[in-house]
């Protein structure tokens, strides 16, 4: 078991989602029990289904500067920037510790691929991209980082995580190493991902997409619902209010999309992280749950909380509020456990109103109100990548 290590401060974070834009939006939502899902209206040919789209990037007034590399993810990202003065968060610790010593980690599953589905569709009479979306670093997975890096002037480890829908869970663990080795003095992490048409087809044509809301655990759940989402998040040494205390990753490689039968990856993430923390099941008050809708995830995921978790935690899925938002959705999930420990807010499951009978009492429906003192959030991803998350409110000593 990997040893205990030393908390990061967590200084700063935001969220930006379908339920609108920053955390006092998203915790109305959760109290509200109110879904921010709507029927589909994005792209040429709508799919039928349900998705989070988050409204107003295409109007957003996107710096000039980045021009080259202006897509849908890219304005969302700086639309999540935006929200909760995260921004001017991130800058006043770049400027505390100088541009060289803040590290940048964040995960996306898509990048700006919806922009490279537009050049194709746009090809001049000699097969080229137009040069609005000429840019070569428009299409390549790390545009997200470059563009953020170059809007809050960061010069340290410039990083882009990329492992499906644990991406931007896996962004703090990288963070963790970076501070502990001394390679950064303070790290910002976070996810975007944005609807686009190769996800929306691409998972219907797994056979994964419902064309009604996703419910997550119910016993007639038939599919995800996709969502696009931002968030960011300050990390600093030592203690504060909000803290991340523990982390587990794993890599099972059962199958490309479906997770080990046994949950064995998830699992042995959860064991790791929980070790980091030094805590066992029984100290842990909420977990938000990566909950998908989908047939075998939740039946995995419910299996292993019902075993390794007391009648008395709270677990919910939130997918059924934002929409499966993939590679942001480590940090959206992370966003909720931080308000869960800060407002006390145990969010439910929305849309579902029938459990499976494999769900064990964990699991809850509608959203209550109670301290938390730690809190586990999982995103597990194709391909077995996965992560969890503890999080600790600042009186733990």
Same mark, same amino acid.
């Given at each position: 078991?990997?040893?205990?290590?030393?908390?990061?401060?967590?200084?700063?974070?935001?969220?930006?989602?379908?339920?609108?834009?920053?955390?006092?939006?998203?915790?109305?939502?959760?109290?509200?029990?109110?879904?921010?899902?709507?029927?589909?209206?994005?792209?040429?040919?709508?799919?039928?289904?349900?998705?989070?789209?988050?409204?107003?990037?295409?109007?957003?007034?996107?710096?000039?500067?980045?021009?080259?590399?202006?897509?849908?993810?890219?304005?969302?990202?700086?639309?999540?920037?935006?929200?909760?003065?995260?921004?001017?968060?991130?800058?006043?610790?770049?400027?505390?510790?100088?541009?060289?010593?803040?590290?940048?980690?964040?995960?996306? /599953?898509?990048?700006?691929?919806?922009?490279?589905?537009?050049?194709?569709?746009?090809?001049?009479?000699?097969?080229?991209?137009?040069?609005?979306?000429?840019?070569?670093?428009?299409?390549?997975?790390?545009?997200?980082?470059?563009?953020?890096?170059?809007?809050?002037?960061?010069?340290?480890?410039?990083?882009?995580?990329?492992?499906?829908? /644990?991406?931007?869970?896996?962004?703090?663990?990288?963070?963790?190493?970076?501070?502990?080795?001394?390679?950064?003095?303070?790290?910002?992490?976070?996810?975007?991902?944005?609807?686009?048409?190769?996800?929306?087809?691409?998972?219907?044509?797994?056979?994964?997409?419902?064309?009604?809301?996703?419910?997550?655990?119910?016993?007639?759940?038939?599919?995800?619902?996709?969502?696009?989402?931002?968030?960011?998040?300050?990390?600093?040494?030592?203690?504060?209010?909000?803290?991340?205390?523990?982390?587990?990753?794993?890599?099972?490689?059962?199958?490309?999309?479906?997770?080990?039968?046994?949950?064995?990856?998830?699992?042995?993430?959860?064991?790791?992280?929980?070790?980091?923390?030094?805590?066992?099941?029984?100290?842990?008050?909420?977990?938000?749950?990566?909950?998908?809708?989908?047939?075998?995830?939740?039946?995995?995921?419910?299996?292993?909380?019902?075993?390794?978790?007391?009648?008395?935690?709270?677990?919910?899925?939130?997918?059924?509020?934002?929409?499966?938002?993939?590679?942001?959705?480590?940090?959206?999930?992370?966003?909720?456990?931080?308000?869960?420990?800060?407002?006390?807010?145990?969010?439910?499951?929305?849309?579902?109103?029938?459990?499976?009978?494999?769900?064990?009492?964990?699991?809850?429906?509608?959203?209550?109100?109670?301290?938390?003192?730690?809190?586990?959030?999982?995103?597990?991803?194709?391909?077995?990548?996965?992560?969890?998350?503890?999080?600790?409110?600042?009186?733990?000593?």
């Amino acid at each position: 078991m990997p040893a205990r290590i030393s908390p990061l401060q967590i200084t700063a974070y935001t969220a930006t989602t379908a339920c609108g834009h920053g955390k006092t939006s998203l915790h109305t939502a959760l109290a509200d029990e109110r879904s921010g899902l709507r029927r589909n209206d994005f792209g040429v040919h709508p799919l039928d289904t349900w998705i989070g789209r988050v409204d107003g990037l295409e109007a957003l007034d996107f710096p000039a500067a980045f021009s080259e590399i202006d897509c849908r993810n890219n304005r969302l990202a700086w639309y999540g920037l935006q929200a909760d003065d995260f921004i001017d968060q991130a800058i006043a610790a770049r400027d505390r510790y100088s541009a060289g010593r803040v590290a940048l980690v964040l995960g996306t /599953s898509t990048s700006s691929i919806g922009a490279t589905e537009q050049a194709y569709r746009e090809l001049d009479a000699d097969g080229n991209f137009p040069a609005s979306l000429a840019s070569p670093i428009l299409h390549t997975p790390h545009s997200l980082g470059i563009f953020v890096q170059g809007v809050l002037g960061l010069q340290g480890p410039c990083v882009t995580v990329a492992t499906a829908c /644990s991406s931007s869970a896996k962004v703090f663990a990288q963070a963790e190493r970076l501070l502990r080795l001394g390679l950064a003095d303070a790290a910002i992490v976070g996810g975007v991902d944005t609807l686009c048409g190769s996800v929306l087809f691409g998972f219907n044509s797994l056979a994964l997409v419902s064309a009604q809301p996703c419910r997550p655990f119910d016993v007639a759940r038939n599919g995800i619902s996709i969502g696009e989402a931002a968030g960011f998040a300050l990390l600093e040494r030592g203690h504060g209010a909000l803290q991340l205390i523990g982390y587990g990753e794993s890599s099972d490689a059962h199958h490309m999309s479906t997770p080990h039968p046994e949950g064995l990856g998830a699992e042995r993430a959860l064991d790791d992280a929980l070790a980091r923390a030094g805590l066992d099941g029984t100290d842990i008050d909420y977990i938000n749950l990566h909950g998908t809708a989908s047939e075998k995830n939740d039946e995995v995921e419910a299996a292993l909380v019902a075993r390794r978790f007391p009648a008395s935690t709270h677990a919910s899925s939130t997918k059924g509020y934002t929409g499966h938002t993939l590679g942001a959705a480590g940090i959206v999930e992370a966003s909720i456990a931080l308000l869960a420990l800060e407002t006390g807010i145990r969010p439910g499951t929305v849309n579902t109103s029938t459990l499976d009978p494999r769900c064990g009492p964990q699991i809850r429906l509608h959203t209550g109100q109670a301290p938390v003192r730690h809190a586990l959030s999982n995103s597990f991803g194709f391909g077995g990548n996965n992560c969890v998350l503890v999080f600790a409110h600042g009186e733990t000593p």
